[in-house]
């Protein structure tokens, strides 16, 4: 898991909840953080224009917790990065 | 003046799986959807290829030219199903009658393909001026207005907008107009041409859409499907249609309609429920009076297991004793053209004694324990049936129908 990443999923759910970073755990899920159907598609937003990625739908549904989203954007931000270009459209 | 019966006289449609009523029937009735890859625009920067689209649509096979720079296509589909409806209803309209007749339509959207083709014109195109028509053409009451030009109609007519429950919202104040003496005859109904590249992106942003089918009720759907169309009918008091010998396709006994005041987004069964009660109550009866629901049915995880913990809540027992299909897995979700389609679909089951399918069903969710009618068409004779609209906002509004007395 990128330390990097979660710096930044940790950011941007704190920014959104307007709760200090460090009170975030990395196994709480969304639901335990109150952030609910719409809060979640403008935190995958804003995560998509953080990494430059297209989060799929399916992706997405999987995300339910902090440890799922940077886990599910490690994936993402590798296919991005691989060279079979077909790998990184994986919708 | 006591509340006089409503009986439907006429009736129209355009959509994904029909041109008109007759082809509307043919396909929803025997479980053939009309869902496929979206040709109206590029698909290729979308996340979901498919919509309910209405294929091969040229304007030019229903409107002269001079009359096409006037409309967007969501008016287009409302005319060509009115034009079907009042054909259908056999009406003429005398001076008299023009002024007693009301015109109430839904959208959702509006003329949004020419907003986004101006919009496209000025940002992308970094052209200086867009068409001028397009104010007139993008405004959400031009089906309304055309329908009045086009046949001289000058009694109330208004357009109403509650996104997928527009509709619906229409065709029970143009009932309850009738019923209550305020007008002799109605056009209501609604229309939608959702399939813009900027609107599909917004609706591709809410990850609701599904990339692949509408599937209402099976454990494996994955959201909605967008589809287009329009869909009219024509309202007009019972003892009025049985005197110029008109034909009565059906009859709309009760509205009823809420606000969930919970989420912008997320169904609330009890205001939903509260919508299907006061539907119930408006048309004096019994839950155990209903055969048949057209439910909202999009195909969502959230909407089907709201929608049934509704149906569970409001009709107890009788729940297990309903038939229950949703139409959107054949004509796609519509939005403001929704319940029109829903409608006409609802009315020619209680006519034809067949109910149409939940199409594409793959497998049963527990939490969507109703008889769903899966993929296969079922004959059953019902005297009365509902058609629920739940709209994003969470504004309900329902229709209870009654086949044609025999």
Not at chain 2, 114 to 125: C, G, S, V
Not at chain 2, 340 to 353: G, K, V
Request: glycine fraction near 8%.
């Amino acid at each position: 898991m990128s330390d990097a990443v979660a710096q930044k999923v940790l950011a941007a759910i704190a920014q959104m909840k307007k709760i200090p970073p460090e009170t975030i755990a990395l196994d709480s899920s969304l639901e335990e953080l109150r952030i609910d159907s719409l809060d979640g598609l403008n935190l995958f937003f804003d995560l998509e224009e953080a990494f430059d990625i297209s989060i799929p739908d399916e992706a997405a549904k999987k995300m339910q917790s902090v440890r799922q989203i940077v886990e599910g954007l490690d994936q993402l931000i590798a296919n991005k990065n691989a060279p079979n270009p077909l790998a990184a459209n994986q919708d | 003046m006591p509340r006089r019966r409503v009986a439907i006289t006429g009736f129209g449609v355009i959509s994904a799986v029909g041109r008109n009523s007759a082809e509307f029937w043919a396909a929803i009735s025997r479980g053939i959807s009309g869902i496929g890859a979206i040709e109206v625009i590029d698909r290729s920067q979308l996340r979901f290829p498919n919509a309910a689209e209405v294929h091969g649509y040229r304007t030019e096979d229903y409107f002269a030219s001079e009359r096409t720079s006037l409309l967007d296509r969501f008016a287009e589909f409302g005319l060509i199903a009115t034009r079907e409806a009042v054909r259908t209803s056999s009406i003429e309209f005398t001076s008299a009658a023009r002024e007693r007749t009301a015109i109430v339509t839904g959208s959702a959207m509006g003329g949004q393909t020419t907003e986004d083709i101006a919009f496209w014109d000025l940002y992308r195109l970094q052209r200086s001026r867009v068409n001028p028509l397009s104010v007139p053409k993008i405004m959400t009451n031009a089906l309304a207005s055309h329908i009045s030009m086009e046949y001289g109609i000058t009694g109330p007519a208004f357009t109403l907008s509650t996104a997928c429950s527009s509709s619906n919202h229409a065709i029970g104040h143009a009932f309850w107009m009738v019923r209550e003496g305020m007008v002799d005859l109605a056009l209501t109904g609604g229309s939608e041409a959702p399939l813009s590249f900027g609107n599909l992106k917004a609706w591709e942003a809410m990850r609701v859409v599904s990339s692949d089918t509408c599937r209402p009720f099976s454990k494996n759907r994955s959201g909605m499907i967008l589809g287009e169309g329009g869909g009219m009918l024509v309202l007009e008091p019972w003892d009025a249609a049985r005197a110029r010998g008109a034909e009565i396709f059906g009859e709309i006994v009760g509205f009823g309609m809420s606000a969930d005041a919970h989420h912008i987004t997320s169904p609330s069964a009890d205001g939903a429920g509260r919508a299907v009660k006061s539907a119930l109550a408006d048309a004096g009866l019994a839950p155990e009076a209903i055969g048949y629901i057209n439910a909202h049915g999009t195909g969502t995880l959230a909407n089907d297991a709201t929608e049934t913990a509704v149906i569970r809540n409001v009709f107890g027992k009788h729940a297990d004793r309903l038939a229950v299909s949703s139409t959107k897995s054949m004509h796609g979700h519509a939005l403001g053209a929704a319940g029109a389609l829903e409608a006409i679909a609802t009315i020619l089951s209680l006519r034809n004694e067949i109910l149409p399918p939940t199409a594409n069903f793959v497998e049963p969710d527990p939490a969507c324990d109703l008889d769903v009618i899966p993929n296969i068409p079922r004959t059953a004779s019902c005297e009365y049936a509902l058609s629920n609209s739940f709209a994003f906002g969470g504004l309900n509004a329902v229709l209870a129908f009654r086949r044609p007395a025999a």
